[in-house]
């Protein structure tokens, strides 16, 4: 089992920045793949941005540019850096890891972006 705790979320105005972190704990050791996800409302969840082990990252094309998604595997952290942020940005944002052959997600924390 992996536990995921997410800190971060808030309200900011467009154009704000805010980061969000995710702590896993657990089975760690199995962990790959970490990334970030979101839900608007009336919407499908989407990926927004993953890492894997080797630092390879993939972004969704709505937030590249403006997101950069790290990750520390000696802290078994995952941090999203949002900047430039928009209305559309608003959402739950998801942390996920993967450890194979099972996924995790995090309880979810709210962005919003005020216009």
Known sequence: QVQLVESGGG????G???RLSCAA?????????MGWYRQAPG????????INGGGNTNYA???KGRF????DNAKNTVNLQMN???PEDTAV????????????????????VSS
């Open 11 to 14: 309200l900011v105005q467009a």
């Open 25 to 33: 704990s657990g089975r760690t050791f199995s962990i790959n793949t």
């Open 16 to 18: 704000g920045s805010l």
């Open 43 to 50: 919407k499908q969840r989407e990926l927004v941005a993953t």
């Open 93 to 112: 944002y998801y942390c996920h890891v993967q450890s194979v052959p099972v996924g995790y997600w995090g309880q979810g924390t709210q962005v919003t």
């Open 68 to 71: 950069t998604i790290s990750r």
């Open 61 to 63: 094309d709505s937030v």
């Open 84 to 86: 430039n942020l928009k």
